[in-house]
């Protein structure tokens, strides 16, 4: 495997081209270890790149609305 945090910028790169194959193929090789460090990784390059140009009151507007999708999801018995 390539090295886990630049796999997981690529993740988060083809997350926000909405390219569900590229993450799959990224994903493809992994061990479940592997895939666990590259899905961490790219939760927190997400977040950390949110906040790096975002201002605070949009972090927390998407904060709410992650919250009420959640609750709903809960609600319905749903799972994304």
Known sequence: MSDPYLTAYGVVVAALRDDPAAIQTLFHTLTQEE???VAEGALLTMAGTLR???DPDDIQTIITAVQALAATDAAEGKTR
Do not use: I
Request: hydrophobic share 65%; charged share 15%.
């Open 35 to 37: 895939t666990a460090a």
């Open 52 to 54: 790096d140009v975002l």
